[in-house]
Nanobody
C-alpha cells in the first residue's frame, strides 16, 4: 500500500512561483510519479511525470505543452519526496493539484490518469491578481 500526501499549494499573483511537495510512504514499488490538476469546468489534466525506476531512462521527465519551461518535476528517493516547482504562474494554472504513483514499468501514456494506482488528496493552487 502506498500513501501520498501533497502540500505547498496557495494563492499567488500571476508570474509568481510555488513549490508543491508530495510525500510518499514508500518508493520501493513505484516506477512513475506524476502530477495532475483539475480546474473547474475542465477535465483532469496531466502536467508532469517522472520515471523513478532503476531501468533505462531513470529520472526522465515529461511535461504537458501548457507547462513546459515553467514547471519542473523532481524526485528525491532518499527522502521519499516528489517535488513540482511551478514558475511563471498564469491564471489558467489555477486548480487542485494531485500527485499520483504508478507501480508498473513499461511504456504508456504518462498523462492518462487511469494508468496510475495511487493518488493523494490534492493541494489547491490559485493564481489571481
Amino acid at each position: 500500500q502506498v500513501t501520498l500526501m501533497e502540500s505547498g499549494g496557495g494563492s499567488v499573483q500571476p508570474g509568481g512561483s510555488l513549490k508543491l511537495t508530495c510525500r510518499i510512504s514508500t518508493t520501493d514499488t513505484i516506477h512513475f510519479m506524476a502530477w495532475f490538476r483539475h480546474s473547474p469546468g475542465k477535465e483532469r489534466e496531466g502536467v508532469a511525470s517522472i520515471y523513478i525506476g532503476s531501468g533505462y531512462g531513470s529520472f526522465n521527465t515529461y511535461y504537458a505543452t501548457s507547462v513546459k519551461g515553467r514547471f519542473t518535476i523532481s524526485q528525491d528517493n532518499a527522502k521519499h519526496t516528489n517535488i513540482l516547482r511551478l514558475d511563471s504562474l498564469k491564471p489558467e494554472d489555477t486548480g487542485m493539484y494531485y500527485c499520483a504513483a504508478r507501480l508498473l514499468d513499461g511504456m504508456f501514456n504518462v498523462f492518462a490518469p487511469e494508468h496510475y494506482d495511487y493518488w493523494g488528496q490534492g493541494t489547491q493552487v490559485t493564481v489571481d491578481s
